[in-house]
């Protein structure tokens, strides 16, 4: 197979974790026979740096020309005073935007030798496995232009969606809760916002044509709290653009560390952008110190959802978990015991572990 793989790296640890994830598909290519042809293109602070813009035309040109991209994170002090325009983060939602990926999927399932590496207690977190489906591009991110008012004494947000951006989530949230467990969680503050009150008249009509999904309404606030208190009750949760940010960060507590998740950024069809969930991670970048590991599983659900390579992805996902297994760990990770590993030497066991196991195979 020969795919057009588009990387934005970005700022921060994004470069360093780039690194991994080409490493480790340039093993999958060649232990399997495919072609993958990787474009660099830049985003965010990087962009801002070389173009004077967090997001040029060339990159959006590339990726959508593209079979697949992959982003590292973009973001960092350096930019942080720069005007709304010219913030990293405008390159990311941009993309996000451009390309209409409007439904950001993140699983949040943690490795049986990491239930020791979060602070939750080990019966808690056992056997949760979640998907967030966050929407991507509406909601307090994309409405009408913020702006300061009365000499930048008022400011306004506005929190805009069209019906047919909810539909369209609810819908992809009903039709990943088929394929999982059939249990749906849909979050909102529709006891406050009028746009939560119109997501949930839509759950609602769109649960008669999913009679076999069990649905349930919950308040962000207390949706926040049973996620950590109670995981296991939770199979698909579907919730607007700024839940789902604060939601899935929260939820990466389960897995151990942030590093650990990685999501897809898709539409209904077309290109799909794969990215870990956390951010540039200004406080240890440059180190070689990153956790890999949400970045490679990027790369795994962009080989499973955009090119249907699933035995591949699952391959990598096992040489990931015999990694950790071996004891493998960065310093996010909190372990006592184990091999505490550069980003490098995390990405050379993963390769390795994949490798041996083709030739076993
Ligand atoms: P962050 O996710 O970058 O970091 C939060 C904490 O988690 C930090 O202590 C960091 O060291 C740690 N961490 C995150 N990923 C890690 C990894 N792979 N390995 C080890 N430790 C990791 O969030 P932040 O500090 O709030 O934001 C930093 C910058 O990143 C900001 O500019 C923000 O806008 C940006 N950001 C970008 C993205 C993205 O590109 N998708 C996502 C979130 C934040
Ligand atoms: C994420 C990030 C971004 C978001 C920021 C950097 C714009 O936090 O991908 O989760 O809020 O979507
Ligand atoms: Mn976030």
């Not at 020791?116 to 019966?123: F, G, R, V, Y």
């Not at 949930?200 to 759950?203: G, L, M, P, Q, Y």
């Not at 939601?247 to 650990?260: C, K």
């Given at each position: 197979m020969k795919k057009h793989i588009v990387l934005l790296p970005g700022d921060g640890i994004g470069p360093e974790i780039m690194e991994s994830a080409k490493a480790v598909l340039n093993t999958v290519a060649n232990e399997h026979n495919h072609e993958f042809i990787f474009h660099e293109h830049a985003i965010g602070g990087d962009a801002i740096d070389r173009y004077n813009h967090p997001l040029p035309e060339e990159t959006i040109h590339a990726c959508e020309a593209a079979d697949a991209v992959l982003l590292g994170a973009v973001g960092g002090k350096k930019w942080d005073s720069n005007p709304g325009h010219?913030?990293?983060e405008k390159g990311l939602l941009g993309i996000r935007k451009a390309l209409g990926l409007f439904a950001n999927l993140r699983p949040i399932k943690g490795f049986n030798s990491l239930l020791?590496?979060?602070?939750?207690?080990?019966?808690i977190i056992t056997g949760s496995d979640i998907l967030i489906i966050r929407e991507l591009t509406g909601g307090l991110y994309f409405g009408t232009p913020s702006e300061r008012r009365e000499n930048g004494n008022v400011v306004v947000d506005t929190l805009y969606y069209e019906r047919h951006e909810i539909e369209r989530i609810i819908d992809k949230a009903f039709q990943s809760a088929m394929q999982r467990k059939k249990q749906l969680t849909s979050v909102d503050k529709a006891n406050v916002l009028e746009s939560s009150r119109m997501w949930?008249?839509?759950?609602d009509e769109k649960a008669s044509v999913y009679p076999e999904v069990k649905v349930e309404h919950l308040l962000v606030d207390a949706a926040a709290m049973k996620l950590i208190t109670q995981p296991n009750h939770f199979d698909v949760?579907?919730?607007e653009n700024l839940f789902g940010d604060i939601?899935?960060?929260?939820?990466?507590?389960?897995?151990?560390?942030?590093?650990?998740l990685p999501s897809a950024s898709v539409r209904t069809d077309g290109v799909g952008l794969?990215?870990?969930v956390h951010g540039s991670a200004p406080d240890i970048a440059g180190k070689g110190i990153a956790n890999p590991f949400g970045m490679i599983l990027s790369a795994a659900m962009m080989l499973r959802h955009s090119f249907g390579l699933e035995q591949e992805a699952v391959e990598i996902e096992r040489a990931v978990n015999e990694t950790l297994e071996q004891g493998y760990h960065t310093a996010d990770l909190q372990l006592k015991d184990g091999k505490l590993a550069s980003t490098k030497k995390i990405?050379?066991?993963v390769i390795e572990n994949l490798t041996t196991k083709s030739i076993s195979n």
């Open positions: 010219l913030r990293p020791h590496a979060s602070p939750l207690k080990e019966d949930r008249e839509i759950v949760i579907v919730t939601l899935s960060d929260e939820a990466s507590v389960l897995t151990g560390s942030l590093g650990m794969y990215e870990p990405t050379d066991a």
